[in-house]
Structures are given as C-alpha cells and as structure tokens.
C-alpha cells in the first residue's frame, strides 16, 4: 500500500508535461468556474447556482477520466489522452451516482437501527450528546467501505475495459480497509493539509490558486485509485478483472 501511495507522488512529478497537456483544460476551467462562485454566488439565484456545481462536477468527470487514461494508457502506451465528452464520461458519471446510491442505500437503514438501539439504550441510562455523531459516522464508514470496494469501476470505465459493480467487489475482496485509506483516508488526509493553508480573507488570487493546488492533489488522488486498479488486476492474472 505504501508503495501505491509513494508512486502516486512520483508518477504526476515526473511525467508533468503528460499530466499538464491532458489535464490542462478541465483543471483550469474548474478554476474559472471558481471566480463566479468567488465574486456571484451568493447574488445567484438556486438555478444558477445548481448550474456552476453542476458544471464543476462534469469538469471533474472529464478531469478524472482523463487522469485515469494517463495513468493506465498514455504512459506505459503512449496513447494520447485529449478531454472530451464521450460514452465513456457518460457511463462514468453513471457509475458515480449509482455508487453513491448504493453507499448511502445500505447505510441509512444501518443508521436507523443504531439510532433505534441508542435511543432504546439511553432510555436505562443518561444519553450522552456523542449518541447521534457515532451513528453518523458510523453510516459514512459503512458508505465509504462500499463506495471503496465498487471504486475500480471508474478506471476500468475510463480505459474502456469491460467492467460491472460485481466484477469490482471481486477484485477488491481482501482488500477492502486498504481501499477505504487509498481511496477515502488519503484524500481526507491531502485535502485536510490544503484547508490549513486557506484563510477566512484570503484574496482572489490566493483563492485562485489554492484551487489550482486543489486540482494539482485531486490528480494524485484519482493517480492512487488508477495504480490500485492496475495492481488489483494483476494480482487476478491475465489483465482481466473478474466476472
């Protein structure tokens, strides 16, 4: 795991122009599409804000799948990665819902039950004002572990390699708590370090740049799931993932 990690780091630094001329475009629209929120968003109306976030996220998409294509394709290939909108950013933007969906399906009824329980245990005994935070924690945990389990959907889907959300359970059985740090932990951990160096009046340009730097550390993010991906189907031989 920690190799996957120190890779992830190297690989962007020592191949940037690669990473530069594919991610260039989404990353910088995403960090233009940052100045209306900086200077407008509070004097837009709901529809228009519900339009930059939507905008933002297929940004990501493009972004992501470009990211995946240069990690899994244009560098050990040479294939060349250009940002469009495609089957391929549909399907994948598919997956994205459909795991969300499926995370927070499996948790809420979790989170009932554990609620239920507290609250029939504080009926005997004095309810402690931690009660509500560990059952909500307690459902991102069980949403994140599933959302890190089904994650090899997103390169395969952006390398075009057949795949399926029971094809990605399987290729990540044993390795379910090293795919929640990989995937959840890692990126929790960058982004927390990046909030440390905004501040409450911080410039446009600072905040400009900050996204940048945002963008820069959401490459190796989707970098770890991308080498997790190629590790997990090598370990399954033949460079197929499992039915």
Not at 115 to 122: D, F, R
Not at 142 to 167: C, E, Q
């Amino acid at each position: 795991m920690d190799r996957v990690v120190v890779e992830a780091f190297r690989l962007p630094w020592t191949n940037r122009r690669v990473f530069a001329r594919a991610l260039a475009f989404p990353a910088l629209a995403m960090v233009a599409l940052y100045a209306p929120y900086w200077w407008f968003y509070e004097q837009l109306d709901g529809g228009m804000q519900f339009v930059v976030y939507a905008a933002d996220k297929l940004l990501w998409v493009v972004f992501a799948v470009c990211c995946h294509r240069v990690v899994l394709l244009a560098l050990p290939y040479g294939e060349r990665v250009r940002p469009t909108w495609g089957r391929r950013e549909t399907v994948f933007t598919g997956f994205v819902l459909l795991l969300m969906a499926t995370g927070w399906l499996v948790a809420m009824p979790i989170m009932t039950l554990l609620v239920n329980a507290g609250q029939l245990y504080t009926s005997f005994l004095p309810r402690s004002h931690g009660d509500l935070f560990w059952a909500t924690g307690g459902m991102y945990a069980i949403a994140g572990y599933i959302w890190a389990r089904l994650s090899p959907v997103f390169p395969a889907t952006a390398i075009d390699a057949p795949t399926s959300v029971t094809g990605a359970w399987a290729l990540t059985r044993h390795n379910g708590l090293r795919m929640m740090v990989l995937v959840l932990a890692l990126p929790v951990a960058i982004e927390f370090i990046l909030g440390l160096l905004s501040r409450e009046d911080a410039t446009f340009v600072e905040a400009l740049l900050l996204r940048l730097l945002l963008a820069v550390a959401l490459a190796v993010e989707i970098t770890v799931l991308s080498i997790a991906y190629r590790e997990l189907v090598a370990m399954h031989g033949a460079g197929e993932q499992p039915a």
